[in-house]
Nanobody, 115 residues
Framework: QVQLVESGGGLVQAGGSLRLSCVASVSRFSINVMRWYRQAPGKQRELLAT???????DYADSVKGRFTISRDNAKNTVYLQMNSLKPEDTAVYSC?????????WGQGTQVTVSS
């Protein structure tokens, strides 16, 4: 089993920034793709950003230009730098990592953006 530990969520004012981290522990399989999702109340879960082991990235239109995904392969850690936050960014943010044996989720962290 892969275990993920997320941190960095919290309360921030509109226009502010947060940096989310997700540390993955795996004993025998390497982590390939890493992703960040979010889900707001009453809304569908949204894929925000994807990064491959080689560093290729992809972003949802809703966060493109404001959020940046990155990873440290040596530490099996994925980050989400969130800038210019808006109230509509308020959601539970979760990381997901893919391995040859399947995908694994973090516990989720609440991000609340006030106006």
């Amino acid at each position: 089993q892969v275990q993920l530990v997320e941190s960095g969520g919290g309360l921030v004012q509109a226009g502010g920034s947060l940096r989310l981290s997700c540390v993955a522990s795996v004993s025998r399989f390497s982590i390939n793709v890493m992703r960040w999702y979010r889900q707001a109340p009453g809304k569908q879960r949204e894929l925000l950003a994807t990064i491959t082991r080689a560093g290729s990235t992809d972003y949802a239109d809703s966060v493109k230009g404001r959020f940046t995904i990155s990873r440290d392969n040596a530490k099996n850690t994925v980050y989400l730098q969130m800038n210019s936050l808006k109230p509509e960014d308020t959601a539970v943010y979760s990381c997901n990592v893919g391995t040859v044996v399947g995908g694994f989720w973090g516990q989720g962290t609440q991000v609340t953006v006030s106006s």
